[in-house]
């Protein structure tokens, strides 16, 4: 079972959950994230190891993908948005989402996605930075 974050647009965020097949976090988000009129969910199915958004109106996912390295070692690979959505800010929602589950869960992150690399250098909070590996 996946879980899921609501985001609305409408109005700053100050708090999330998300829920996962294992375990349930919050977080903060402290700005707003995308156009007035669209509302996410970020959903993490495990089973799949990715981290998704369904996008309103239609059948397609921005998805965040990872493998399992070892025990406690994720690596972020692929972040993909689809191409009418690219702009809005819909991967930097779900690297913050994915961020965040590795310090909630305190594991460590190798970061070959060259988006969450940017994203990193762009928001290098120590809770971040401090989970980063290079393998």
């Not at 609305?8 to 903060?28: D, M, V």
């Not at 190891?49 to 990872?66: G, N, S, T, V």
Request: some cysteine; overall charge positive; hydrophobic content about 35%.
């Amino acid at each position: 079972m996946s879980g899921a974050v609501r985001f609305s647009n409408k109005h700053f965020l100050r708090k999330f959950i998300l829920f996962s097949a294992r375990e349930e976090y919050s977080t903060t988000l402290l700005k707003e994230t995308t156009s007035p009129r669209m509302s996410l969910v970020v959903g993490h199915d495990a089973k799949n190891r990715q981290f998704y958004i369904k996008m309103p109106d239609c059948d397609e996912k921005a998805l965040l993908q990872y493998n399992h390295l070892r025990q406690g070692v994720l690596d972020y690979w692929h972040t993909e948005v689809p191409p009418a959505f690219r702009g809005h800010g819909v991967a930097k929602i779900l690297a913050k989402a994915a961020m965040d589950y590795v310090v909630e869960s305190d594991y460590k992150v190798k970061l070959s996605c060259t988006y969450l690399q940017k994203y990193i250098q762009d928001n290098p909070m120590p809770n971040y930075t401090d989970r980063i590996i290079n393998e």
